[in-house]
């Protein structure tokens, strides 16, 4: 099956047409002839490489009531992705060569994104004995990125062996940095609205002080070291410092730690529960800007599904977390494009070019040029709508960005050379 | 007023005053030989309690009780919320049965808020969590003004844990409503990151404080505090931030000493400090029943005087 795209903006550039036939893509340029291949109108949007998320929760095998790989990887088409790194705290936990593996062919069956597992650090992500991790990088799912997600590797000693075991198959540990004991009973960032609202504080010192402790591990062991979510301006501060310095770090942010912050939870709707905790406005400006230097490298969702129960309960019950794959793009318009720290080459650079190279992931994230795997977004700018939880494609409902006003919208997503997502709808 | 009570930053000042007054109108029926008014008679008033507090409880089980409110005790314990039900479901069912208000208190922060999305009937916080007690700081508000008259320009010192107090949140936000000026005593420890955003002031110094106060409420230091290294050991929590009979001498000859309860004699409060004519701990409970009668009223009574036409003498 042949398809030319008419008249796409190139990553914001001058439109052009895309010629994708069979997996690749065969021809960029103006006025291509479309040859017998099926014509997709594309004037006035704009075309991505397509989205790599590093950090998304599918939540199978074990809750399959909030998400399955299936609705899932569906979700992350309809968001314009193509991978997604599915994060290992699922039960059982992804720390076994099988459930990796488990994991990858679901995916594989499903069809609408690559899969690519994420393997547990520690047996069990309970932070004492490394996973086999070897094994898991060496499954049919070549795991590569490792994350006990959901908690912080802790002890200095098992990370320091983590990321210095990984080296010998090119693996990066993804750290999810929160120092445990500052943070026993956690609830919301720490500042005024905690103060105020009578929540257990979770202090910005819990997540630096754990940065800048792997900064300096990874420095000294010369391993990769990811840093998930990064939430506020101190963790930006030590990531600038320790890429000055030459440590192989890498770092992500969320959509939602760049457009909302902490008063979000001043009528305590567990909606805006998640972990890192929502931040203050200064700690939002830190990480934009971190983002468009390129301190920061890239994009991720931390898409976390719940069901309905476990948000509808009081704060300190409810579970953390958001979904996030269906919004990604128009939050990063909102919040980095529509401000002018973006253009629409750096969102390609931030959600797929750089997490696929932190992920390992060949056929991913390569620019849109003859030869590349055909791997698409194409993306409308100018739509306006209200965000609108039961027109998700995911299982849960649980975002916070309901009934806001975001611009932008995902028209068609080609996972090599296969339409997932046409005309806005899920093929 | 709001339709709810939930936190005190819902009173402005007109509101406040007029609970105070209303409070004091109320007061009076407590010297009856009936204490009875029919005021909220076919109402119904939940007591929803998921923590035991039973001093509260019956506070406002006898305010509901003496304006004629039908009053439903609801408390966690061996019912179906020991079974695992959702406060969701909870207040659902209390729906269903009508209820006109529903007072509760819960170990969780924002419980109330939550409440007050699932029912139609007034939401009254008896305590959430670290957050907020609104009835206690009133009754706090109208035990000073009974003893001291207005309460513009007082100087008021809470001395304790702060950080987890909700009767501390509640203190402040009423206070500083009602022109007070408030000073928080506390080990560094207990008290929030950013409470230099609140409208008070702080202080680690007990005994510098102390001349210049008015009232000085102490505050229940809980026993999980005590092995959670916020201080270093009872004894010299005490010794910093107790109040003792020396202590209270320092103190200017009208001021009163009070405590929400219940108190750790020796630890915050020494026994002589309690039992003292400066200390106001007995008449707070009865003045809370006044107090809660007048929240209840306000919030259910519509546009009925408080008092009737004495139906009741």
């Known amino acids: 099956m042949s398809y030319l795209i008419k008249g796409a903006r190139v990553l914001g550039g001058e ?267 200064d700690d939002v400006a830190a990480l ?80 849109l040029e003859a030869g590349s795997p055909a791997n698409i977004t194409l993306y409308d700018p100018s739509a306006r709508r209200a965000v609108d939880p039961s027109a998700m494609t995911s299982k849960s409902r649980n975002t916070p960005f309901a009934g806001l006003e975001l611009p932008g919208r995902v028209v068609a997503t080609f996972l090599r050379g296969r339409p997932t997502v046409l005309e806005g709808k899920l093929q | 007023m709001n339709r709810h009570l939930i936190s005190a930053a819902d009173l402005s000042r007109d509101d406040a005053l007029l609970v105070l007054d209303t409070a004091e109108e109320l007061a009076q029926i407590a010297d009856r030989s009936i204490k009875k008014l029919p005021t909220l008679r076919g109402r119904t008033v939940v007591n929803l309690f998921f923590e035991d507090s039973t001093r509260t409880r019956i506070s406002f089980e006898a305010a509901a009780k003496r304006l004629s409110a039908d009053v439903i005790n609801f408390s966690a314990k061996g019912s179906s919320v020991s079974k695992g039900e959702s406060l969701k479901d909870t207040a659902l069912t209390l729906e269903a049965m009508g209820a006109d208000g529903v007072v509760i208190r819960h170990g969780a922060s924002g419980a109330p808020h939550r409440l007050a999305g699932w029912v139609r009937g007034s939401v009254v916080n008896a305590g959430d969590g670290t957050h907020e007690h609104p009835t206690q700081a009133l009754l706090d508000a109208f035990t000073m003004r009974r003893r001291l008259g207005d309460l513009e320009g007082r100087k008021v010192t809470i001395v304790g844990d702060v950080l987890h107090s909700r009767v501390a949140r509640s ?32 202080s680690y110094d007990l005994d510098a404080v102390l001349p210049k106060s008015d009232v000085v409420m102490m505050l229940r230091v809980q026993q999980e505090r005590m092995n959670a290294a916020y201080f270093p050991s009872v004894r010299e929590y005490s010794r910093r931030y107790g109040l003792d009979g020396d202590r209270m001498a320092q103190l200017p000859e009208h001021a009163i000493v009070m405590h929400p309860g219940p108190m750790n004699r020796g630890v915050e409060i020494a026994a002589e400090v309690a039992d003292s004519v400066r200390s106001t701990i007995v008449e707070q409970v009865a003045n809370g029943v006044s107090a809660r009668m007048a929240v209840l ?6 546009s009925e005087p408080a008092i009737g036409k004495g139906v009741s003498e």
């Open chain 1, 15 to 281: 439109a052009a047409d895309i010629l994708v036939r069979d997996e690749g893509i065969a021809a960029v340029g103006a006025g291509l002839d479309a040859g017998g291949a099926e014509v997709v109108e594309a004037g006035g949007l704009i075309a991505l490489p397509g989205l790599v998320d590093l950090h998304t929760h599918l939540r199978e095998p074990g809750r399959e009531d909030a998400e399955t790989v299936g609705s899932g990887t569906r979700s992350a088409a309809m968001g314009g992705f193509t991978a997604v790194h599915a994060m290992a705290n699922t039960d059982p936990v992804a720390d076994t060569a099988g459930v990796v593996e488990q994991v990858w062919r679901l995916g594989r069956e499903a069809g609408y994104c690559d899969v690519q597992p994420v393997g547990a650090v520690t047996r069990g992500i309970a932070g004492e004995q490394l996973a086999e991790l070897g094994a898991m990088a060496d499954s049919a799912a070549r795991v590569r990125v490792f994350s006990d997600d959901g908690h912080c590797v802790s002890d200095a000693v098992i990370m320091r062996r983590a990321l210095e075991y990984v080296k010998a198959f090119d693996g990066v540990v993804a750290q999810h940095a929160q120092e445990p004991r500052l943070t026993e009973g956690a609830q919301m960032n720490e500042g005024e609205m905690s103060a105020a609202l009578g929540l257990r504080g979770w202090p910005a010192v819990a997540e630096e002080a754990i940065i800048a402790r792997d900064v300096l591990l990874a420095q000294h062991v010369g391993s990769r070291l990811h840093v998930c979510h990064v939430s506020t301006a101190g963790s930006v501060e030590i990531i600038r410092w320790a890429k000055s310095k030459g440590c192989p770090v890498t770092a992500e942010v969320t959509p939602h730690h760049l457009l909302l912050t902490d008063d979000r939870c001043g009528g305590y709707d567990p909606i805006f529960k998640v972990n890192p905790p929502l931040r203050t406005g």
């Open chain 2, 171 to 202: 203190n402040v936000l009423l206070l500083h409503t009602l022109g007070a000026d408030v000073t928080l005593v506390a080990p560094p420890t207990l008290v929030p990151v950013a409470v230099g955003t609140w409208p008070c002031s702080v």
């Open chain 2, 297 to 302: 009223y306000l919030l259910l009574g519509g």
């Open chain 1, 288 to 367: 934009r800007h971190a983002l468009a230097d390129g301190t920061i490298d890239c994009v991720a969702t931390d898409h976390a599904p719940h069901p309905v129960e476990a948000k509808e309960t009081e704060w300190a019950e409810a579970a953390m977390g958001m979904i996030g794959l269906e919004t990604a793009l128009p939050v990063v318009q909102e919040a980095m494009v529509e401000t002018g720290l973006l253009d629409w080459a750096g969102v390609a650079d931030r959600m797929s070019y750089k997490p696929a190279r932190i992920g390992r992931l060949s056929g991913q994230g390569r620019p």
